[in-house]
């Protein structure tokens, strides 16, 4: 059992070594000067006619939420249809669904889909 603590270790190890060199390797090769153009913000090639930093609705965010949510439902539906044969399994997927669909339905509820 301790072999597989130091497997994981190692990796990590690993895997931090390899995000230093690369950070350090990226500080060294990279151009340093900093011009004002470069600071603009890029619109398909039109200038820019507007700063960039202005506040969005929260609604956006709301939207982004709700994507990210059911995003990641499909991601957990997926093994779970392959493994259906077990029912302890399709019980736990149900139980997921329903907790995903009890939080739409209380967004939905909340007004958060409204388009305003």
Same mark, same amino acid.
């Given at each position: ?62 939207? %982004?939420? @709700?994507?990210?949510? !059911?995003? =990641?439902?499909?991601?957990?539906? $997926?093994? +779970? ?10 019980? %736990?997927? @149900?139980?997921?669904? !329903?907790? =995903?669909?009890?939080?739409?339905? $209380?967004? +939905? ?8």
């Amino acid at each position: 059992m301790l072999e597989e603590y130091v497997t994981v270790a190692v990796f990590t190890g690993v895997v931090v070594v390899f995000s230093l060199i690369a950070l350090v390797f990226s500080k060294l090769i990279r151009p340093s000067k900093s011009e004002p153009e470069k600071r603009t913000v890029y619109e398909c090639g039109e200038k820019p006619f507007s700063d960039a930093w202005h506040q969005f609705s929260v609604q956006y965010y709301m939207y %982004a939420i @709700l994507f990210v949510i !059911f995003d =990641v439902e499909i991601l957990f539906l $997926y093994p +779970w249809a392959i493994k259906t044969q077990n029912t302890e399994i399709f019980a %736990a997927g @149900l139980l997921f669904l !329903f907790i =995903v669909f009890a939080g739409l339905v $209380y967004e +939905w509820r909340k007004g958060a889909l409204e388009w305003q």
